[in-house]
């Protein structure tokens, strides 16, 4: 049907195309005889296209395409492609039986010129065509790949972030997350920090669960890894190691899961305190394997308690691992545990002192009084813990002045309690009574 709504007039041209073929195939290996062979097989593609004979048009396109091929000449083949497309209302099944065989002679180019205008050529043909999308995305994975492998970073990256693969419904999830891993990849390569986190917005993590993607889950979370890294983000850090720590394939190998574990716990005490980050910890002191790695567990268990971190606590072991980085990066990160350590004596003295003097204080946590007030302020600052210092008289309370409505309330619940307590001990008494009455 046209797109008047008429039905159009279909026309059997297999016995002429049975003809046509062969004799075009003759001309093909004669000396020059290629251009005449393809000149003969457009005008039983025109027969074909305006008789609606599909079945004889694909045939014929596809045995143009692979006549070229045969001869080696690929500067005809892009001509050939082109030429076929652009033909007044060819058909789409003609346009993906050219595409899905041309896409196959890519790899066999004779050099990268030819392979470059072959790519450029099928991937201007698959531009807006819905039905060839799937072809589109792996055309401009190799065009990626081509400038990439001249060192052109910039154009590789924005070539794969021209396709919104996330919008094919005809790739697998499995291609499409391996298309969206390359574009991360590609955007962290040129430092792309914000474009790398767009990005990786657009993975489901929920995927991961399922079988057989056990390797591109260790990818996308290495990427990750780095794009936090340069974020100096640590809970993420932590975050993503523990999702590759967990990983089945990780979990076979002692090397791998061991490393993983390590970097887990070294992020996981570099992070800032939150709920999230108790959390984290208090699963890891629980796991039964940092028993295996040697160190560790104590660690944990330190960390894990009430009490003041003093110096030879395994600092110097944790920072050492490979993970930490280099350079810069490590004097970051050696600056940060010092902090963490700081922080959580601080927190440890306020759950245990309601006031205190700053010089018991520095004293305990082996500070000098403007180093412990600069951690201490900034620690108020971030809402960690509620402190109030004063100078003139050298004290430093972490306990809030209640109002008089909270002591009231306080008052009324301890009375409730008490009265309770009395209530269980003379009902406790009256029985014992009762029982030694009856004997």
Not at 102 to 110: C, D
Not at 133 to 157: F, V
């Amino acid at each position: 049907m046209n797109s008047d709504g008429q039905f159009e007039e279909k026309r059997d041209l297999t016995e002429e195309t049975n003809q046509k073929i062969p004799q075009a195939e003759g001309l093909a290996k004669s000396a020059g005889g290629l251009g005449s062979a393809i000149e003969l097989l457009m005008g039983l593609e025109k027969q074909c296209r305006v008789g609606n004979d599909l079945p004889n048009l694909k045939r014929v396109v596809l045995r143009a395409v692979q006549l070229c091929k045969e001869a080696g000449d690929y500067e005809k083949l892009v001509e050939t492609c082109d030429f076929v497309v652009k033909r007044r209302s060819q058909k789409n099944a003609a346009v993906t039986e050219v595409v899905k065989e041309a896409i196959t002679y890519v790899e066999g180019a004779p050099d990268e010129d030819a392979k470059m205008k072959l790519v450029v050529c099928l991937r201007d043909i698959t531009d807006g065509r819905i039905y060839v999308e799937a072809q589109r995305a792996r055309l401009t994975l190799t065009l990626a790949a081509m400038h990439e492998a001249k060192g052109d970073i910039t154009n590789a990256a924005a070539v794969l972030q021209e396709v919104h693969v996330e919008t094919y419904g005809s790739l697998s999830k499995k291609e499409k997350l391996e298309f969206i891993l390359e574009q991360i990849r590609l955007v962290l390569a040129k430092k792309d920090w914000v474009r790398a986190h767009i990005v990786s917005q657009k993975v489901n993590r929920k995927v991961f669960l399922d079988e057989g993607y056990g390797e591109l889950k260790i990818r996308f979370f290495t990427l990750m890894v780095e794009y936090f890294r340069s974020q100096k983000d640590a809970f993420e850090l932590c975050s993503a190691y523990c999702e590759m720590y967990k990983t089945p394939s990780v979990q076979e190998d002692p090397a791998l899961w061991k490393e993983a574990l390590q970097a887990t716990v070294v992020f996981t005490l570099l992070a800032p305190h939150s709920p999230e980050q108790q959390t984290m910890l208090h699963k890891l002191a629980e796991d039964e394997k940092v028993e295996a790695v040697e160190g560790l567990k104590g660690v944990l268990k330190l960390w894990t308690r009430n009490e003041i971190i003093r110096e030879g606590w395994g600092a110097q072991e944790m920072l050492s691992l490979a993970v930490i980085g280099e350079g810069d990066m490590t004097a970051y990160w050696t600056d940060m545990m010092r902090t963490r350590v700081i922080q959580h004596n601080i927190r440890v003295v306020a759950g245990y002192y309601q006031r205190v003097t700053g010089t018991r204080l520095a004293e305990l946590l082996g500070l000098g009084a403007d180093d412990l007030e600069k951690h201490l302020s900034d620690m108020v600052s971030e809402g960690d813990v509620y402190a109030r210092i004063d100078r003139p008289n050298d004290l430093i309370r972490f306990a809030k002045d209640k109002g008089s409505e909270e002591v009231l309330s306080d008052w009324a619940s301890d009375i409730n309690k008490l009265l309770g307590l009395v209530e269980t001990t003379t009902h406790a008494i009256s029985k014992e009574m009762m029982v030694v009455g009856g004997k």
